[in-house]
């Protein structure tokens, strides 16, 4: 069985993977990739919504979870490179809604 990993093991893993195959790319470069993936994102929800077919030479049958794991990739990059803790920000993101939004959606 897979043990479950923290995202901070996820983001030292992407680092290292990183560093092995050639580094980082300049952040507007990694921005660009971030782009791509959310577009690649709106493809399959538009497939799974049925707003657009796909294309025939694209492979059928919804790759949305691997496309979500792509853009994750790709942010994760992204604050790696101005070495940003995800797990602190995303505590503080959550508080910040918990206290906001407590009530917004009832």
């Excluded at 290292?16 to 971030?34: E, F």
């Excluded at 492979?59 to 790709?74: P, Q, V, W």
Aim: net charge neutral.
């Amino acid at each position: 069985m897979l043990e479950e990993k923290t995202l901070k093991d996820i983001q030292s893993e992407i680092d290292n993977w990183i560093q092995k195959h050639g580094g980082y790319w300049p952040p507007l470069s990694m921005l660009s990739a971030i782009m791509e993936e959310v577009g690649e994102v709106a493809r399959e929800i538009n497939f799974l919504e049925g707003h657009k077919p796909k294309k025939s030479i694209v492979k059928r049958g919804s790759n949305l979870g691997e496309e979500l794991a792509d853009l994750i990739f790709s942010v994760i990059c992204l604050a790696n490179c101005y070495e940003i803790d995800l797990t602190d920000k995303l505590k503080n993101v959550l508080r910040k809604y918990t206290q906001r939004d407590a009530f917004r959606f009832k």
